[in-house]
């Protein structure tokens, strides 16, 4: 069991660029969840995939994002024109299917100047 | 909607005293609930967990009862020790939870952060 991997670990951006995630489930997991995290909050929801269907979206998740899960395999979060409050950590998580338990990743980073 | 609410912190303890953690919830339906442990530089990662009301979760000496009459799940610990510092998250399931076939976000706590001395 190699668990969730993020990649990169750590981002750091200039605001107006765009920047990309990638998450690597636990292989024969088919529900992929994306959350966000800011200081001294939970994660909070962003969006979620069945295989490579993406069944919910958060209002969270605004215009400037976007997800996607090619072949139900790895995930990946873009963020176009970055803001400074786009800065946060990116948690991803998988379960397998009829299972609550999520696993998370490592997470990644970002910090935009 | 769904929220978690927990006890504010820091919570701040000796080695072997004992801990509690407060946790209510609001919620739809029969969610399941869950604690979720963040270790100083390390991912999430689930504690225990309890699918329906009366379910006691437990897991290296931590326990939480689901008790639907009062939308609580508190968490806790006989005796902490300092490898038990960390940030501690409550969660719901929406959607889950006996009889649920379906299993969607996970609703958190804003987390409690635990510092245990010797």
């Known amino acids: 069991d190699t668990g969730v991997s993020q990649n990169p670990r750590h981002k750091i951006t200039k605001r107006g660029q765009n920047v990309t995630f990638r998450c690597d489930p636990i292989?024969?997991?088919?529900?992929l969840y994306w959350y966000r995290q800011t200081l001294g909050q939970g994660p909070e929801f962003l969006t979620y995939?069945?295989?490579?269907?993406?069944?919910?979206k958060s209002r969270l998740l605004s215009d400037r994002f976007s997800a996607e899960r090619p072949k139900g395999s790895f995930s990946t979060l873009e963020i176009q024109r970055t803001e400074q409050g786009d800065s946060a950590m990116y948690l991803c998580?998988?379960?397998?299917?009829?299972?609550?338990?999520?696993?998370f990743g490592p997470g990644t980073r970002l910090l935009v100047l | 909607g769904n929220s978690v609410t927990q006890m504010e912190g820091p919570v701040t303890l000796s080695e072997e005293a004992f801990l509690t953690i407060n946790c209510t919830y609001t919620?739809?339906?029969?969610?399941?609930l869950f604690w979720y442990v963040q270790y100083p530089g390390e991912g999430l990662q689930l504690l225990l967990k309890?699918?329906?009301?009366?379910d006691k979760g437990s897991n290296k000496g931590f326990e939480a009862t689901y008790r639907k009459e009062t939308t609580s799940f508190h968490l806790e610990k006989g005796s902490v020790q300092v490898s038990d510092s960390a940030v501690y998250f409550c969660a719901l399931s929406d959607l889950g939870g006996a009889g649920g076939t379906s299993y969607g976000k996970l609703t958190f706590g804003q987390g409690t952060i635990l510092t245990v001395h010797p």
């Open positions: 998580a998988s379960g397998p299917a009829y299972q609550e338990t999520q696993y």
């Open positions: 309890a699918t329906k009301a009366d």
């Open positions: 919620a739809t339906g029969y969610p399941s």
């Open positions: 995939f069945q295989n490579e269907a993406q069944l919910e």
């Open positions: 292989s024969e997991h088919n529900r």
